[in-house]
Protein backbone atom coordinates (compact mmCIF):
# COMPACT_ATOMS: atom_id res chain seq x y z
CA UNK A 1 0.00 0.00 0.00
CA UNK A 2 0.94 3.57 -0.91
CA UNK A 3 -0.31 6.82 0.90
CA UNK A 4 0.23 9.77 -1.09
CA UNK A 5 -0.54 13.18 0.25
CA UNK A 6 -0.71 16.49 -1.91
CA UNK A 7 0.47 19.80 -1.21
CA UNK A 8 1.25 23.64 -2.53
CA UNK A 9 -1.89 24.14 -4.29
CA UNK A 10 -3.72 27.51 -4.16
CA UNK A 11 -5.15 30.74 -5.48
CA UNK A 12 -2.66 32.26 -8.14
CA UNK A 13 -2.97 35.23 -10.40
CA UNK A 14 -3.00 34.68 -14.52
CA UNK A 15 1.36 33.93 -15.20
CA UNK A 16 1.99 33.39 -11.73
CA UNK A 17 3.89 30.13 -10.47
CA UNK A 18 3.07 26.98 -8.27
CA UNK A 19 4.66 24.50 -6.91
CA UNK A 20 2.69 21.16 -6.15
CA UNK A 21 4.00 18.50 -4.00
CA UNK A 22 3.24 14.64 -3.51
CA UNK A 23 4.74 12.90 -0.71
CA UNK A 24 4.76 9.03 -0.43
CA UNK A 25 4.68 6.33 2.41
CA UNK A 26 4.08 3.01 2.88
CA UNK A 27 5.90 1.46 0.40
CA UNK A 28 9.17 1.95 -1.49
CA UNK A 29 8.46 4.88 -3.72
CA UNK A 30 11.09 4.56 -6.37
CA UNK A 31 9.73 1.65 -7.50
CA UNK A 32 6.92 3.44 -8.37
CA UNK A 33 6.21 5.36 -11.83
CA UNK A 34 4.77 8.73 -11.10
CA UNK A 35 2.32 11.31 -12.02
CA UNK A 36 0.34 13.99 -11.97
CA UNK A 37 -3.66 14.31 -13.28
CA UNK A 38 -5.66 16.97 -13.53
CA UNK A 39 -9.77 17.21 -13.20
CA UNK A 40 -11.41 20.39 -13.84
CA UNK A 41 -15.49 21.11 -13.31
CA UNK A 42 -17.59 19.23 -15.68
CA UNK A 43 -14.45 17.74 -17.44
CA UNK A 44 -12.56 14.72 -17.14
CA UNK A 45 -9.67 13.72 -15.55
CA UNK A 46 -6.96 14.40 -17.65
CA UNK A 47 -2.99 13.17 -17.77
CA UNK A 48 -0.82 16.47 -17.10
CA UNK A 49 2.87 14.65 -17.14
CA UNK A 50 4.71 11.49 -16.07
CA UNK A 51 7.98 10.20 -14.44
CA UNK A 52 9.52 7.13 -14.85
CA UNK A 53 11.86 5.23 -12.28
CA UNK A 54 14.48 6.11 -14.60
CA UNK A 55 13.38 9.98 -14.62
CA UNK A 56 12.10 9.82 -18.21
CA UNK A 57 9.10 11.72 -18.41
CA UNK A 58 5.94 12.79 -20.69
CA UNK A 59 4.72 16.36 -20.24
CA UNK A 60 0.73 16.94 -21.81
CA UNK A 61 0.70 19.15 -25.16
CA UNK A 62 -1.55 21.61 -22.89
CA UNK A 63 1.29 22.00 -20.15
CA UNK A 64 4.29 21.86 -22.24
CA UNK A 65 7.07 24.66 -22.08
CA UNK A 66 5.17 25.55 -18.42
CA UNK A 67 4.80 22.37 -16.58
CA UNK A 68 8.15 20.82 -14.73
CA UNK A 69 8.30 17.06 -13.41
CA UNK A 70 10.32 15.67 -10.98
CA UNK A 71 11.05 13.64 -8.29
CA UNK A 72 13.38 12.87 -4.66
CA UNK A 73 13.58 9.27 -3.78
CA UNK A 74 15.37 10.07 -0.79
CA UNK A 75 12.17 12.03 0.09
CA UNK A 76 9.73 9.99 -0.97
CA UNK A 77 8.25 12.87 -3.15
CA UNK A 78 7.15 14.01 -6.90
CA UNK A 79 6.70 17.44 -7.86
CA UNK A 80 4.94 19.37 -10.32
CA UNK A 81 6.58 22.97 -11.06
CA UNK A 82 3.60 25.21 -12.81
CA UNK A 83 4.65 28.31 -14.23
CA UNK A 84 3.35 30.93 -16.16
CA UNK A 85 -0.03 29.37 -15.08
CA UNK A 86 -3.41 29.90 -17.37
CA UNK A 87 -7.23 30.40 -16.37
CA UNK A 88 -7.60 26.39 -17.75
CA UNK A 89 -5.06 25.16 -15.44
CA UNK A 90 -7.52 25.47 -12.88
CA UNK A 91 -8.05 22.24 -11.55
CA UNK A 92 -7.75 19.50 -8.40
CA UNK A 93 -4.77 18.24 -9.03
CA UNK A 94 -4.26 14.36 -8.25
CA UNK A 95 -1.14 12.48 -8.00
CA UNK A 96 -1.10 9.14 -9.02
CA UNK A 97 1.80 6.11 -8.63
CA UNK A 98 1.50 2.66 -9.99
CA UNK A 99 3.78 0.08 -11.61
CA UNK A 100 2.16 -3.18 -13.28
CA UNK A 101 -1.53 -3.22 -12.00
CA UNK A 102 -1.19 -1.31 -8.54
CA UNK A 103 -1.67 2.27 -8.45
CA UNK A 104 -3.04 4.61 -5.92
CA UNK A 105 -4.30 7.99 -5.93
CA UNK A 106 -4.08 10.78 -3.81
CA UNK A 107 -7.24 13.39 -2.42
CA UNK A 108 -5.90 16.07 -4.41
CA UNK A 109 -5.54 19.80 -4.35
CA UNK A 110 -7.53 22.39 -5.44
CA UNK A 111 -5.71 25.14 -7.98
CA UNK A 112 -7.22 27.85 -8.95
CA UNK A 113 -5.64 30.63 -11.28
CA UNK A 114 -7.41 33.65 -11.23
CA UNK A 115 -7.12 37.45 -11.06
Known amino acids: QVQLVESGGGLVQPGGSLRLSCAAS????????AGWYRQAPGKQRELVAT???????NIADSVKGRFTISRDNAKNTVYLQMNSLKPEDTAVYYC?????????WGRGTQVTVSS
Open 96 to 104: KVYRAIREY
Open 26 to 33: GSIFSIYT
Open 51 to 57: ITTTNST
